[in-house]
């Protein structure tokens, strides 16, 4: 069996970011939910109120054989804004950051160098990138009525606006590495 490596990340509302990593090849599992927060097993409608202090995150299973972190990092900067402090879209407030939680190390000297190489070529006319960095202190899987959303919803209409672009987007953008 393959070894496998795992990457957290928040960019706006998992559902979005979870349809978008579903599309490489070599992810083996993309899982919704918390992390960044100071509440132990937080609820939705607790995170949604923005006091436990989570980010809506995306911990995406991978193999390393076929797709690097940094691979993962680049998807992840192409499909959400990492200039807009807490909101991506219509979607406002801390849950909604932009962050990495690294794993190790490793993790955070890659995602380091990877957005200081972002800023010096100006990646972004909007702005500076806001994007958190920090260590994953504790992952929480939301709900199961969050998993697979946009899978199990596809003519949802907040789908079709802000995840189904996203989608597109990694198809476009990364088609060698999207899966067949």
Not at 153 to 161: A, E, G, R, T
Request: include cysteine; charged fraction near 30%; charge should be negative.
């Amino acid at each position: 069996m393959t070894e496998t490596e795992r990457a957290t990340l928040a960019g706006g509302c998992f559902w979005c970011t979870e349809a978008a990593f579903k599309e490489l090849d070599g992810v083996v599992e993309v899982t919704s939910g918390y992390a960044g927060g100071h509440v132990e097993d937080p609820t939705y409608e607790a995170v949604c109120t923005g006091e436990t202090g989570h980010a809506e995150v995306v911990q995406v299973e991978y193999d390393p054989a076929k797709l690097s972190y940094e691979d993962l990092l680049q998807v992840f900067f192409t499909v959400h804004d990492p200039t807009q402090l807490n909101r991506q879209g219509p979607d406002v407030g801390t849950q909604y950051r932009s962050a990495v939680f690294y794993h190790d190390d490793d993790q955070k000297e890659t995602v380091e160098r990877f957005v200081a190489e972002l800023e010096a070529e100006g990646a972004y006319d909007e702005g500076d990138i806001v994007t958190e960095i920090e260590p994953l202190e504790a992952f929480y899987e939301a709900e199961e009525y969050h998993q697979d959303y946009y899978e199990k919803n596809p003519n949802d209409q907040y789908c079709s606006i802000q995840a189904e672009p996203k989608v597109k987007k990694v198809r476009e953008k990364f088609g060698e590495k999207v899966a067949q």
